[in-house]
């Protein structure tokens, strides 16, 4: 099949044709154009539009070359057709004479697969009738002109409904954001408030009107208020996601400046090249309160029901006690007997045999403490600034810590351990709470969470509070079972968490800091294998 060449159909066409240029020019040109304009193609291909063309010689104060270079800046930029103004255009003729053109300029974008301009089409419609005169284009342009005000005034009219669809829409989406129960905190790419909910006025405390134009750390207690500046920083720098699309537990403050746990989602839209944060928050303080009495009573119920159980257990294992204890009872008094009558062998042997049933005694009382004190959980590496975090959310849920200062320290270092999150986090919900109820009539209330390694294998959490330290005979018995320092304790909760503790393979010690207050110690595993050693040692267990 042969090829067509269209270079000469295009010239060809009987339509009058300029391919321009993105830069605007002339590359092409159709036969009927430059019959009807009486040029010559080598006039007009490889120059500037603006050069190669002019504007009519025969009319003062026209601007054509300038109508068409906005016009074809306006293709460029918006990419698509640009329609010129009906214009009256004299070509002289041959024979010198002037013949009038009524002409309506067409300026039509050719995209490549980018989307971009690489070529212009140049189209121009020839609206004279041959033998009439120049009254006949003034008719023409007229009518032009008049069809050009109606598609105007059409246009304004529809602009004007999808306005007033715009504007039920956003009265709409407003009626939606200010009943909706989840407060709404929308911020800038530099953390400065832009809109700010009804619910999140209920929540915080603050007006709209208060809050606009202030950094949304505001709302935030510290240490989280000084660092979620650096958190967007370092957001910016380099995606990594720490809340933003994820949600976390977090801890929000109020106008009064009282603190409650929150679930905060974020989300992320670029407008106009700049980011903007939209946050969902949701006060948590009923349900974390529910779940932690819900999660106290689950934890005595299962300790009452393995009690209730080892009661069980222990009828029938009193027999078993009993053999191995009468059995000694028995081989002691054997042994007196032959020590009297002066037969240190076989005295030796029955000690011997004595001793065996004390282990085996000491194997059925071990068994029994094992079944009551085990605890179920599946443990896993997880990062401790999320735990305490979390947790220190939970341990302020319904409780006053109006005026407490907290300081979280996570050190790079000891930044995870190899636990059960929920375990250790009841652990620290217990340790907070019991230092922010010691500190309730202290004249200075600073709560310090730290992180810190203890060895290779051991990272160590210290909680630190400002409160009356601890007595010197309550320290001693401190993690006994029903021994407690709350008028109304049972003196239950610590001993549980030193079993918790201990169940992972670490410690939990106490002891009162040189400055006053107290400080509680725990140290856990950095991974898995670790528990399963002899522990931390010595230096585990010395107190902070």
């Known amino acids: 099949m042969q090829t067509p060449d269209f270079r000469f159909l295009f010239e060809s066409v009987p339509g009058l044709y300029l391919v321009l240029s993105s830069d605007f020019e002339i590359v092409a040109a159709s036969n009927a154009y430059l019959s009807a304009t009486r040029t010559a193609r080598e006039d007009l291909v490889g120059r500037s539009v603006f050069d190669a063309l002019r504007d009519n010689p025969g009319d003062r104060g026209e601007t054509v070359i300038e109508n068409l270079r906005l016009s074809l800046e306006r293709v460029v930029e918006l990419r698509r057709p640009d329609a010129m103004a009906l214009r009256k255009y004299d070509i002289r003729r041959p024979d010198g004479g002037i013949e009038v053109k009524c002409w309506s300029p067409l300026n039509t974008p050719v995209l490549n697969d980018a989307g971009e301009v690489c070529f212009i089409l140049h189209r121009i419609d020839d ?30 009219e529809s602009l004007a409904k999808s306005h007033a ?29 832009r809109s700010f909910s009804a619910a999140a006025e209920r929540l915080f405390g603050h007006t709209a009107d208060e809050a606009r134009g202030r950094n949304v750390n505001m709302l935030m207690p510290s240490p989280y208020r000084e660092e979620h500046d650096r958190y967007l920083y370092r957001y910016h720098a380099t995606g990594e996601r720490r809340i933003i699309g994820i949600g976390r537990i977090v801890v929000g403050q109020r106008k009064d400046g009282t603190t409650f746990p929150m679930e905060l989602a974020v989300g992320e839209v670029m407008l106009e090249g700049k980011r903007e944060y939209t946050g969902f928050v949701r006060d948590i303080t009923q349900r974390t309160e529910s779940e932690r009495r819900l999660q106290a009573v689950q934890g005595e119920l299962v300790h009452v029901s393995r009690l209730t159980e080892m009661g069980q257990m222990a009828a029938g294992l009193a027999h078993e006690l009993n053999q191995p204890l009468a059995a000694i009872g028995n081989y002691v008094a054997a042994c007196r007997k032959l020590l009297d009558g002066d037969k240190r062998e076989e005295a030796m042997s029955a000690a011997k045999k004595a001793g065996e049933q004390v282990k085996r005694a000491g194997e059925i009382i071990r068994r029994l403490r094992d079944f009551v004190t085990r605890g179920d959980g599946e443990k896993g590496l997880e990062p401790l600034a999320r735990v305490i975090e979390e947790a220190t959310a939970l341990g302020f849920a319904g409780i006053n810590s109006l005026g407490v200062k907290v300081e979280l320290r996570v050190a790079p270092e000891a930044s995870a351990a190899f636990i059960d999150r929920i375990q250790i986090q009841q652990v620290l919900v217990n340790l907070i709470r019991n230092a922010l109820e010691a500190m309730s009539n202290a004249g200075r209330r600073e709560l310090v969470i730290a992180t810190a390694p203890r060895d290779a294998d051991w990272v160590e959490i210290r909680v630190s509070d400002t409160g009356p330290g601890l007595d010197g005979d309550v320290r001693e018995k401190l993690f006994q079972p029903f021994v407690s320092t709350k008028a109304g304790g049972m003196g239950v909760g610590l001993s549980i968490c030193r079993s918790i503790v201990e169940a992972h393979g670490g410690d939990l010690i106490a002891g009162n800091n040189e400055a006053g207050g107290a400080t509680f110690s725990m ?10 050693l002899s522990g931390p040692g010595a230096t585990a267990r010395k107190p902070a």
């Open 127 to 156: 609206m004279a009738v041959p033998g009439l005169g120049s009254e006949t284009a003034k008719d023409v342009l007229a009518r032009e002109q008049q069809i050009v005000i109606d598609q105007l005034r059409t246009a304004n």
């Open 165 to 193: 669809v715009l504007q039920q829409n956003e009265a709409r989406l407003h009626s939606i954001l200010e009943t909706v129960p989840d407060a709404m905190v929308v911020i800038d790419e530099n953390g400065i408030i």
């Open 523 to 532: 140290t856990l595993p950095r991974a898995p294998g670790v528990a399963g």
